[in-house]
């Protein structure tokens, strides 16, 4: 199912109470955001998560499935409220306390692309940013939840896993002299959004393909996993950064020589995450 907002990869039977997210991975820029923008289309892709949709592309294989965002992040980042509109760039929006994100150039709409490159000359209007949240935000978040929903109706419980990727120097501090640099990080809010067992057999799938793995630093999970993480609800979400030189070469944004043995290991390990939950109710009941 594909849409302006979002594609969709349904199974063609759920057999998991899983659903794979990947949020940032929309790559179809409308001409009127390239012709407002001041930045080369290479420069405002670096703010994407190139390739993750491809990369978990086996989710449907293994009962599971996967929703895609269509629109780049630089055109609406579908991993923020709705609310969190930025006054430096969008005329009438209002100052609401301080929300580190917004003030960084990282809101709903963002003003900036990686390293900070502003991606606009002056401001969009507030009847701009509202029509993108209306098509694109409202109608992908819509869909998690109704996925999310019948996940518990089918299972009795739902796991969101939220797919992105991280530059390979944002982990370049994270490793010690006694330890390897992590190649996944696994965000649970500190625990807020899944169970502690859920969080270790995902971990576990990782682990086993000989990847290393850390866990909310420096990425614990922004507003997806907020927003649906409810463990006492039998709802779990957990982020997935995948370091991006594992797959792809950075400064030309293309796959790199390891891509396809990449995706390989990938499918085994969501194959292992699509079988985390219990089997469907009806047949639990036979």
Request: charged share 20%; aromatic share 6%; proline share 6%.
């Amino acid at each position: 199912m594909q849409n302006a907002a979002y594609l969709l990869d349904m199974p063609a039977k759920r057999t998991s109470c899983v659903v794979f997210s990947s949020p940032h991975s929309g790559r179809n820029y409308p001409n009127g955001l390239m012709k407002r923008s001041i930045l080369s289309q290479d420069v405002i892709r670096s703010s994407e998560d190139a390739f993750v949709d491809q990369l978990f592309s086996s989710a449907a294989d293994h009962g599971a499935p996967l929703i895609s965002a269509m629109m780049p992040r630089a055109y609406v980042d579908l991993n923020r409220s709705a609310e969190e509109l930025d006054p430096a760039l969008i005329q009438g929006a209002r100052r609401q306390g301080h929300n580190p994100r917004v003030a960084s150039g990282l809101g709903v709409i963002p003003r900036v692309v990686a390293n900070g490159r502003e991606i606009y000359r002056g401001k969009l209007t507030m009847d701009e940013a509202r029509l993108r949240i209306d098509t694109c935000w409202r109608p992908y978040h819509a869909r998690i939840k109704s996925l999310l929903a019948e996940s518990h109706q089918e299972f009795g419980q739902a796991i969101l896993i939220d797919c992105h990727s991280m530059p390979h120097e944002a982990v370049a501090l994270a490793s010690t002299v006694n330890s390897r640099r992590p190649e996944i990080v696994l965000g649970d809010r500190f625990g807020a959004s899944a169970a502690p067992e859920v969080v270790e057999q995902i971990e576990a799938a990782f682990v086993s393909a000989g990847l290393s793995v850390a866990r909310n630093t420096p990425f614990a999970g922004a507003y997806v996993t907020q927003t649906y993480g409810r463990p006492s609800r039998h709802q779990h979400a957990v982020q997935i950064e995948i370091d991006r030189s594992l797959y792809m070469d950075e400064s030309r944004i293309e796959p790199n020589d390891n891509f396809a043995a990449f995706k390989e290991t990938l499918g085994e390990i969501i194959m292992d995450i699509a079988r985390i939950g219990p089997e469907p109710l009806q047949l639990a009941a036979e």
